[in-house]
């Protein structure tokens, strides 16, 4: 049973940058593909980003490409998101996932959720 548990969420203005991460438990964080989703008010989850094990392969959603780059340290057992030139249309609560890739239905663990708040 893999625990997952998201920090580095807040409020920015666009065009600023924050770094969520998501520290693992529970579980060989070395096996798992991860990933980030995200779920804004009134919308269905999304992917964000996800990244293979050992981080050979990364997959981004078109609209985070060139500003956003995941990553991970598996001596950390913790998962990244650098996230910058935010911008208002970002504002989500952000999740990291364990075991899956692109599909939210691939995956078996879930974290709890941060808050990433962009203003105009």
């Known amino acids: 049973q893999v625990q997952l548990i998201e920090s580095g969420g807040g409020s920015v203005q666009a065009g600023g940058s924050l770094r969520l991460s998501c520290a693992a438990s529970g579980g060989t964080f070395s096996n798992y593909h991860m990933g980030w989703f995200r779920q804004a008010p009134g919308k269905e989850r999304e992917f964000v980003a996800a990244i293979a094990r050992g981080g050979t392969l990364r997959s981004y959603e078109d609209s985070v490409k060139g500003r956003f780059t995941i990553s991970r340290d598996d001596a950390q057992n913790t998962l990244y998101l650098q996230m910058n030139n935010l911008k208002p249309d970002d504002t989500a609560v952000y999740y990291c996932?364990?075991?899956?890739?692109?599909?939210?239905?691939?995956?078996?663990?879930w974290g709890q959720g941060t808050q990433v708040t962009v203003s105009s």
């Open positions: 996932a364990a075991g899956g890739w692109s599909s939210a239905r691939s995956y078996d663990y």
